[in-house]
């Protein structure tokens, strides 16, 4: 793609109304643009990082054996009311009515209607367990939106939703999603820490919130540094190993002020293994057991022809809150740089272009065909424009690597700059296998 036929409304001024880092980047490179309060529309780049951590979440629910499907977020009011929350819920509830005057509502969660699709195709233990999850818009009615994409009215998660006969299962199930989650995670280049939370109007008794550090964080988290010594590598799909995880996790002291004791955590924690700092909730897991199926009478035929009420989970992760919140992890000292795994492009070729002298571009043309032959997402900023102004905007879309084509390249060697922005000149070739890997 070239840059001057991208949509990507740059603009100079700083967003007055965009209190963080993430938001005023994501107005200033034009990644999202407010349509009313706390409702975005998603712009060509936003848009592609949004897909591509998407596509991350989505591998590893796949990974657990999770089936993706899709649920409307138009839902009935009915079955609200059968599990009485309808007026739980509250004012955070968008409620609309249809031409025929039916009560309909703009899904802020699916509990009820998955549960309502499972209670009318599934009738025997022998179906069980089922794990269904779909990434959706949603609606929360937020008193008040800010930040951004990080605390909207409107945005996009995942949700998946655990089905099974028994708590032994029920709890496998969990462990599982826990797994997905801390590698999904992972894959994003974030450093998630499980916390044990309180399970709020979603109700159970076993939930976790898995909370990334980032100074403008809401929440404030006080941790063990042991817990980012615990290595993924070490664990499998297994039931006693993912049982062994959670225990090793729970072993080491990571709680919101919430739960916070002074006295405990300097009992429990070395002074130089204390972390305090701050983070966002990227992601929640709730088993509820019965909560919902019993007011909604989900039930299958047991073994032995007694019936049971299934026992469930929800999991939740904010897909669109992950690209802010992956902005505010990242953003250091004025420079902008995505993980290679969801940035919007792998590498930008920057020509030193001017009126009189268009060998640059010339150059870079040939770069950005050769890049293209190896399936690089390669971007050419072929915009007349001065090189310090340039750096500048590429310091902000952030796009890992760069290639700089100007006084330092002859015709087969550029000036590379890596994620780190460690800087060398090197042929197109060891550029390429750079890219690659
Ligand atoms: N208003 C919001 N804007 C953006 N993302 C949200 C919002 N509310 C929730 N999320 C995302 O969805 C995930 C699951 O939400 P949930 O835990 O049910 O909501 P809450 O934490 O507000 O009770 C959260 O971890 C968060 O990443
Ligand atoms: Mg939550």
Excluded at 260 to 274: A, G, L, R, T
Excluded at 297 to 317: F, H, P, R, W
Aim: charged share 30%; hydrophobic share 35%; net charge positive.
């Amino acid at each position: 793609m070239y840059l001057s036929k991208l949509f990507i409304p740059i603009t100079k001024d700083l967003p007055t109304e965009a209190k963080i880092k993430s938001h005023q980047l994501m107005l200033r490179t034009g990644m999202i643009k407010q349509s009313s309060a706390g409702i975005y529309s998603w712009l060509p780049l936003g848009f592609k990082v949004m897909k591509k951590i998407e596509q991350i979440v989505r591998e590893e629910q796949n990974n657990i054996n999770a089936q993706e499907m899709l649920m409307p977020t138009i839902q009935s009011a009915d079955i609200w009311k059968e599990s009485g929350r309808y007026n739980d819920y509250g004012e955070e509830m968008l409620r609309i009515k249809d031409r025929q005057n039916r009560e309909m509502l703009y899904g802020p969660t699916n509990e009820e209607l998955i549960t309502e699709i499972f209670r009318s195709s599934v009738k025997s233990y022998k179906s069980l367990p089922q794990l269904l999850y779909h990434i959706q818009w949603k609606f929360r009615d937020e008193i008040r939106p800010r930040f951004g994409v990080m605390r909207c009215r409107e945005f996009y998660m995942k949700d998946a939703y655990s089905f099974d006969l028994n708590d032994k299962q029920a709890k496998l199930s969990y462990n599982k999603m826990f797994y997905s989650y801390l590698k999904t995670f992972k894959r994003l280049d974030l450093k998630a820490i499980p916390m044990k939370a309180e399970t709020g109007p979603i109700g159970g008794d076993l939930s976790h919130e898995f909370i990334i550090l980032a100074e403008t964080g809401e929440s404030k988290i006080y941790a063990d540094k042991k817990i980012f010594d615990i290595d993924l590598k070490d664990y499998s799909y297994t039931e006693e190993s993912l049982e062994k995880m959670r225990n090793d996790y729970s072993s080491v002291y990571a709680v919101t002020d919430e739960k916070f004791n002074q006295k405990e955590f300097d009992s429990k924690v070395n002074k130089d293994e204390q972390l305090i700092t701050k983070g966002i909730e990227v992601g929640h897991i709730f088993y509820f057991g019965d909560k919902y199926s019993k007011p909604l009478n989900c039930l299958v035929d047991a073994q032995g022809g007694k019936k049971e009420t299934v026992k469930m989970g929800s999991y939740g992760i904010g897909v669109s809150r992950l690209v802010g919140a992956i902005i505010e992890a990242k953003y250091n000292k004025n420079v902008m740089k995505w993980p290679k795994s969801i940035s919007p492009f792998d590498v930008v070729i920057i020509p030193n272009i001017n009126k009189n002298n268009k060998e640059n571009l010339i150059k870079s043309e040939k770069i950005y065909k050769e890049l293209k032959k190896q399936n690089i997402d390669v971007l050419l900023d072929d915009v007349d424009e001065n090189m310090s102004n340039k750096f500048k905007k590429h310091d902000l879309i952030g796009i890992p690597n760069q290639i700089i084509v100007g006084s330092k390249s002859t015709e087969d060697e550029f000036e590379f700059k890596d994620k780190d922005s460690k800087s060398s000149i090197l042929k197109l070739n060891e550029i390429k296998s750079k890219l690659k890997n």
